[in-house]
């Protein structure tokens, strides 16, 4: 069956920078695009940055642009999220989403504090 399994999450300091990767497999990773959403507390979930089959188109929510860069390697069936220059507010969830079989990763914490 369709599984993404997310990891590297954790505490950061703000300002500090973690790398998150999501490893899909059940399903023609390179044929899916591929997103990454977050969902604070008390929030609701938003997208935070999207990447196409290949790689070549990529685009982010305005929050986090300039900071995140998502990337991925389809050899080996993962995506992944660069996360520099953290903040309070990027707090939250983390999860990976395959938009070909619309499936959800079970989710990664962000925690960003002093």
């Known amino acids: 069956q369709v599984q993404l399994v997310e990891s590297g999450g954790g505490s950061v300091q703000p300002g500090g920078s973690l790398r998150l990767s999501c490893a899909g497999s059940?399903?023609?990773?390179?044929?899916?695009?591929m997103r990454w959403y977050r969902q604070g507390p008390g929030k609701e979930r938003e997208s935070v940055a999207y990447i196409s089959t290949s790689g070549s188109i990529t685009n982010y929510a305005d929050s986090v642009k300039g900071r995140f860069t998502i990337s991925r390697d389809n050899a080996k069936k993962t995506v992944y999220l660069q996360m520099n220059n953290l903040k309070p507010e990027d707090t939250a969830v983390y999860y990976c989403y395959t938009i070909d079989t619309k499936t959800w990763g079970s989710g990664t914490q962000v925690t960003v504090s002093s």
């Open positions: 059940g399903f023609t990773f390179s044929q899916s695009g």
